[in-house]
């Protein structure tokens, strides 16, 4: 079993940054994908950033076009986290943010693909 933490949201003024982290723990091995989800009141669960938890050479990033260009995503395989670093953000960001993970090397944006997800962070972002 594999558990994710997240930690990081909070309130953030609009064009201002948060940066987001991710620990997992447990069956570390099972990891092979991670990212960030996020789900806005009334909306439908999205993703925001995913990425592969491989070598240096197998680190292939997906982004959601509205976030391209201001959030950046990255991991520590040492330290078994995942972070999300957002800036220029908006009020159209304000959601809960997710972390999900999956057992295979590929990226999908469906989130029935992931097998793990952490509680949730709330983001905030005022106008």
Do not use: H
């Amino acid at each position: 079993q594999v558990q994710l933490v997240e930690s990081g949201g909070g309130l953030a003024q609009s064009g201002g940054s948060l940066r987001l982290s991710c620990a997992a723990s447990g069956s570390i091995v099972s990891v092979r994908t991670m990212g960030w989800y996020r789900q806005a009141p009334g909306k439908e669960r999205e993703s925001v950033a995913l990425i592969i938890r491989g070598d240096a050479t197998n680190s292939a990033a997906d982004y959601a076009d509205s976030v391209k260009g201001r959030f950046t995503i990255s991991r520590d395989n040492a330290k078994n986290t995942v972070y999300l670093q957002m800036n220029s953000l908006k009020a159209e960001d304000t959601a809960v943010y997710y972390c999900a993970a999956r057992r295979t090397y590929s990226i999908s944006r469906s989130r029935q693909d992931y097998d793990y997800w952490g509680q949730g962070t709330q983001v905030t972002v005022s106008s």
